[in-house]
Nanobody, 129 residues
Framework: EVQLQASGGGLVQTGGSLRLSCAAS????????IGWFRQTPGKEREGVAC????????LYADSVQGRFTISSDNAENTVYLQMNSLEPEDTATYYC??????????????????????WGQGTLVTVSS
């Protein structure tokens, strides 16, 4: 069974940092494209960052470019989202998602708007001003 477990959220002050983790089970993370998304009540879900199979493609939303970094530890079957210089506007519930079709067949791709197949539960990030 494909499962994604997001963790690492919390309360941080403006300018602070957090690292979110997305632990994959039931599948090999490196065979899939993994995306991070966020959502606040009353707003549409927003794609934040994604990483494709074999780290062949990375993509960031303009709003987080230069502040967030997505990475993968295949030995741990986990994808990370390092978030630096956090702003109150980054406050949201963050979700990770996985999709096979984006990465197969090669060339693997990445998308911040595609409808990913598998979703984990969210982890809440709150940035205080």
């Amino acid at each position: 069974e494909v499962q994604l477990q997001a963790s690492g959220g919390g309360l941080v002050q403006t300018g602070g940092s957090l690292r979110l983790s997305c632990a994959a089970s039931g599948f090999t993370r490196d065979d899939y494209t993994i995306g991070w998304f966020r959502q606040t009540p009353g707003k549409e879900r927003e794609g934040v960052a994604c990483i494709s199979k074999s780290d062949g493609s990375l993509l960031y939303a303009d709003s987080v470019q230069g502040r967030f970094t997505i990475s993968s530890d295949n030995a741990e079957n986990t994808v990370y989202l390092q978030m630096n210089s956090l702003e109150p506007e980054d406050t949201a519930t963050y979700y990770c998602a996985a999709d096979w079709a984006l990465s197969n067949p090669w060339p693997a791709t990445c998308s911040l708007i595609y409808g990913y197949e598998y979703w984990g539960q969210g982890t809440l990030v709150t940035v205080s001003s």
